[in-house]
């Protein structure tokens, strides 16, 4: 029984504390206790109750249940982690569990249940004290963006984040198409000690295998036609910074051994060249295939894929986190808004309920382009759900495997029209800018104000082949 303390009891800084315990009683007289000593305490019976609230108000501290139902107490450690640790982390268990309990979810201090005044009030002002201390040594970090979702599946992935920013290990994003693994990569770049160097994104989907063994590793003037200076490739351009390879699939037999050589000891030549460069770059890589079952059906190599596949982190689908669609969606419209678009002040609730019941088969890229449907084919100053895209007012959509969900049609033939049309001119740009330019790639596409890669994808996207629109020479 936790009984009042006395004025000489009272903590020298006070603030928010959220109790939360599966047994009631307990939770409520321990916040009642703290409120009698000047605390500004609530009590929570789980987990759901008490993540919202972590979410919406700054606290101080976090009395936990360490032995919460349902793996509680650890969807909580991932929120508080979450928001930069700036809350102290505090956890009740028995004794006998007090071990196992700060070792599954790491919290500041542990306190022995049914525990003492004395120690419950030293546990806060410890905890408290150690996350001030996380808030001063972050300071220097940036944050790791809210924007890549709150719900528990990402809670998940942005935990990673922040335990394996610094890892030497090369990292592996796994996910499928649309679920912003390139987002992810750039995340980690820029929550690591490397976020001074540059982060070099390569779309090895896009290049073929001379192109992509070239914009690696660079070359010496003289090594193939065309090549009249030497180039640095995007190896040393990484140098002191990050490399993301994304599609890591798609690479050729012989690229792949290219690549097992330069993965393990950071050491290559220039094409055409014979001077061995050696850099220190941090390598993460990407893709949306089963890189096992390419190894099984004997597609990649088997020592390629124990290479890359040291620590991997796998993007979880839209549908499997309908908690972040209100935020991303709203993301998405600001941004498109923004791009010139007509006044929008928000999304109606019907047309929310939509976003967060359709399944998403295209994952996050497909709700952006859904929310640029609405935005530019709407009608009023708030998007109903009569403007979404039919597929989603429909619930229309497609599984991984190409089956029909709900219906046989597929969104793409919903936004088809609206897609073209926004295509037609960025397709002319691009022809205009690579024919002022001679067809160079790196010269269009600073003319276009993106980089090289950028411009590949673009090309990708839109379906253009350079190697038949380029003029016979």
Known sequence: MIRPATPTDRPSSLGRVLVVDDDRRVASQTAQWLCSLGWHASAVG?????????????????????????????????????????????????????????????????????????????????????????????????????????????????????????????????????????????????????????????????????????????????????????????????????IFLDEIATATPSMQVKLLRVLQDLRFEAVGGAKTHAVDARVILATHENLAALVAAGRFRADLFWRVNVITIEMPALRDRAADIPVLAAHFLAATVARGGRSVEGFSPAAIELLTRYRWPGNVRELEHAVEYAVFLGHGEWIAATDLPPAVQNGVGRDVAGGPLDAADDVADAVGTLKRSMADPERRLIIEALERHSWRRDAAARALGINRTTLYKKLKRLGMNLAEMQPDR
């Open 46 to 242: 789980n987990a759901d109750k008490a993540l919202p609230l972590l979410g919406r108000e700054p606290y101080a501290a976090c009395i936990v249940d360490g032995l919460l139902a349902g793996g509680g107490a650890a969807r909580i450690a991932a929120t508080l982690r979450l928001a930069a640790g700036q809350t102290g982390f505090v956890a009740t268990a028995p004794a006998a569990s007090a071990a196992a309990v700060a070792a599954a979810i790491a919290p500041d201090q542990v306190v022995h249940a049914p525990a003492r005044d004395a120690d419950m009030l030293a546990a806060i002002e410890a905890a408290i004290a150690a996350a001030a201390a996380r808030a001063k040594a972050a300071e220097a970090r940036p944050p790791v963006p809210k924007l890549l979702g709150a719900a528990p599946a990402m809670q998940r992935v942005i935990d990673l984040v922040t335990r394996l920013a610094d890892a030497p290990a090369t990292l592996l994003i796994t996910g499928e198409s649309g679920t912003g693994k390139s987002l992810l990569a750039r995340e980690i770049h820029r929550a690591s000690r490397r976020r001074t160097g540059r982060f070099v994104e390569v779309a090895c989907g896009c290049l073929s295998e001379t192109l992509l063994e070239s914009e690696l590793f660079g070359h010496v003037a003289g090594a193939f036609t065309g090549a009249t200076a030497d180039r640095d490739g995007k190896f040393l351009q990484a140098d002191g910074g990050t």
